[in-house]
């Protein structure tokens, strides 16, 4: 009894290790290359096969990725990134042709496409990045050195970028790498006497404005009341010119109302009249003669 | 005993098939991915610990079944039963998937992409073979810029070199949910980057004045536009459902001065009102004035010379009779004058 229990046990025991042993050698003659990722397969030391290398426009599910056979302990997998990534450049200052400083900020979108070139030269994405962003800098600094500052602000933009990446692409294919992109994220005035001195110029840009609003107000105002003005010597020219000399008359009569105080309106200061009796309104005071 | 059990179930969870057998089959739903999910190199260091649990349950069974002829067999069998229910388990639990109405399942098979499961109850293979990632693809996602509703100002440089704060918000969503995963390695920093860019470009486009006012929403479209552009040049598998420029106003630093301008323009307003109001009332006078001296006019002609007396003798009584009045009649007599009773009061004190 005892006997065949040992056996039994050292049974299972022996299966267990021999099924173990087993998965562990069958697993590592297989890997799984995700589609996020390219495998570069090193023999004792040396690159052999890139497996799920990146092409252009291909659709996943036709890329390489998938299960890879390799030899146990001898072959080994270095892992690539094989998405677009991205890295920023620090801060810079620029100092453009017509000596204006700008603070510019920029970031760089690539992807590796030559994996063993990468391993080799760079070995990790990190150093890439590392070596690529002095570069970065440095192509930013002369191509928008070359400029003066309004370009930066215009539509010439895009070509700035676009002789930007070109430069830098030249280095990024020693490393195996491709620029997808390159775009200013920030270009900005750097504080103190620059930004302060733009606000300055804004404020008086903006005194200037409100005055000459102010001044097309009164102008405006002005020819609306000429205009009012004219239209109403017109209109009373229009209408007293049918007969001058009634005008006069009639025109008078209202003036003596006014003057003399009888229009409703209390006159300021009494009046005497002297009549002669030769004044028109006397002519018949004397009765007739 | 107890000792050596504890450490069996702790250190040997690579063989918890034994779970159903020893300790009825609690916890084996919670445990039994873990024999699938161990990465195949892990497997030769746990090798000690599951001896020594193989060794236990072995001892185990043969406590429990020492009354019958031959133990060994049953436990054999039984082991094997274990791991085959649990192998069933697992298998309907990796290979069914409830896909939400919001989701998609990307399914890679063995690493490589396979499709995209649409919502509902969707079927794969078990999990080391098929796997599957859920995405929200409906969800809208919004990336402020600057960050956390700003407290700061975001300055940026306009077209006529110009500064303005600008805060503005992006909506975007999942379009490719596989592109999505697999194209970009920070997909949302993305967006951020993409979006700051593209405005700031923008903005470098058009006037102070025009990206305060009148032109907000062009620059919105356009920026969305641009990302678009941009992201689909990326293969980001992103939609940018929108752009909404929250606040675009000039720094605080100016601003004052920005306040005046405002203020002119009310001003200027104000002038041309009261120049309007002038030009009514002088010109409705003009007209009414025209219009009785036309009407006065018209009886005029009627009958000139008798009207015109009229009109003199109405006028000269009304004048007169508030008036003091001193008529001279005859020639060569020098006309008394009564003055006003307060200058003949001065007068009398003179004297």
């Known amino acids: 009894m005892n006997m065949s229990d040992n ?54 599910g036709r890329t390489g990725a998938g299960i890879i056979g390799k030899i146990p302990f001898i072959d080994q997998i270095v892992w690539i990134d094989k998405r677009v990534r991205n890295f920023d450049m620090e801060r810079q200052s620029v100092l453009s042709t017509d000596q204006l400083r700008l603070e510019v900020d920029a970031y760089a979108r690539y992807r590796i496409v030559d994996p063993l070139r990468m391993s080799i030269t760079a ?27 309004a370009a930066l602000l215009s539509p010439e933009r895009g070509a700035v970028m676009d002789n930007i990446q070109t430069r830098l692409n030249r280095v990024a294919r020693q490393y195996g790498a491709q620029i997808v992109d390159v775009r200013i994220k920030r270009a900005d005035l750097p504080d103190g006497t ?17 005055r000459s609003i102010l001044a097309e107000g009164r ?41 003399f105080g009888t229009d409703g309106t209390e006159a300021p200061g009494s009046s005497n009249v002297i009549l002669s ?7 018949e005071f004397r009765g007739r003669r | 005993m107890n000792d050596s059990e504890s450490s069996g179930v702790h250190g040997g969870p690579l063989l918890n098939e034994g779970g159903p057998w020893g300790g009825g089959g609690s916890g084996g739903g919670g445990d039994e991915p873990n024999p699938w999910n161990q990465p195949p190199r892990g497997r030769p260091g746990r090798g000690p610990a599951g001896r020594s649990a193989i060794d236990e349950l072995v001892r185990r069974g ?26 069933l388990i697992w298998v309907l639990w990796t290979s069914s998937h409830r896909i939400d109405p919001q989701q998609r399942g990307v399914v890679t098979r063995l690493g490589s992409y396979a499709k995209t499961l649409g919502p509902g109850m969707q079927f794969t293979f078990p999990s080391p073979i098929d796997r599957v990632t859920k995405i929200d693809i409906e969800d809208i996602r919004v990336k402020d810029i600057p960050e956390g509703g700003g407290t700061g100002q975001n300055l940026m440089l306009t077209g006529d070199q110009n500064i303005i704060d600008l805060a503005y918000s992006v909506r975007w969503n999942i379009r490719d949910p596989e592109l999505f995963i697999y194209e970009l390695a920070n997909p949302e920093e993305t967006v951020g980057e993409v979006a700051e860019s593209a405005m700031r470009a923008e903005i470098a486009r058009v006037a102070l004045n025009d990206a305060m006012g009148p032109q907000r929403s062009q620059i919105e479209q356009r920026v969305q536009q641009r990302m678009q552009e941009i992201l689909d040049s990326y293969r980001a598998g992103i939609t940018v459902q ?21 203020a002119a323009q009310q001003q200027a307003q104000a002038y041309l009102n009261e120049a309007r109001a002038y030009a009514q009332q002088l010109g409705a006078k003009a007209e009414g004035e025209a219009a009785a001296f036309d009407k006065v006019y018209a009886e005029y002609r009627l009958a000139p010379e008798v009207t015109r007396r009229r009109m003199y003798y109405e006028t000269m009584e009304r004048v007169l009779a508030k008036t003091d009045k001193t008529v001279v009649e005859a020639p060569n007599v020098v006309p008394y004058i009564p003055l006003p009773p307060q200058q003949a009061a001065k007068v009398q004190q003179q004297q």
């Open chain 1, 7 to 60: 056996f039994a046990s050292r049974n299972v025991i022996g299966l267990s290790i021999g099924a173990i042993f087993a998965v562990v050698v069958v697993s590592s003659c297989f890997a799984v290359v995700p589609e996020t990722k390219q495998a570069l397969v090193v023999r004792f030391g040396k690159p052999q096969t890139v497996y799920n290398a990146y092409k252009p426009n291909e659709d996943f």
């Open chain 2, 242 to 262: 929108g752009v909404a420029i929250k606040q675009a106003d000039p720094p605080a630093a100016v601003v004052e001065a920005f306040k005046s301008v405002s």
């Open chain 1, 123 to 149: 070995g990790t994405e990190r150093r890439v990045e590392e070596a690529l962003r002095p570069i970065l800098g440095s192509s930013l600094r002369n191509e928008l050195g070359k400029r003066p500052f």
């Open chain 1, 277 to 283: 009796p030769d004044n028109e309104y006397l002519r």
């Open chain 1, 219 to 259: 102008k405006q105002a002005q020819i609306i009341t000429a205009e009012a003005d004219a239209n109403a010597a017109g209109t009373y020219a229009e209408s007293f010119n049918k007969d001058p000399d009634f005008y006069n008359f009639y025109r008078a009569m209202q003036s003596y109302r006014v003057t």
């Open chain 1, 194 to 210: 620059p930004l302060d001195s733009a606000f300055n110029r804004m404020r008086t840009a903006r005194e200037q404005e409100a």
């Open chain 2, 62 to 87: 043969r406590a429990r079944f020492g009354g019958r002829g031959g133990p060994e067999p049953d436990a054999g069998r039984l082991l094997l039963w274990g791991v085959g229910g649990l192998l």
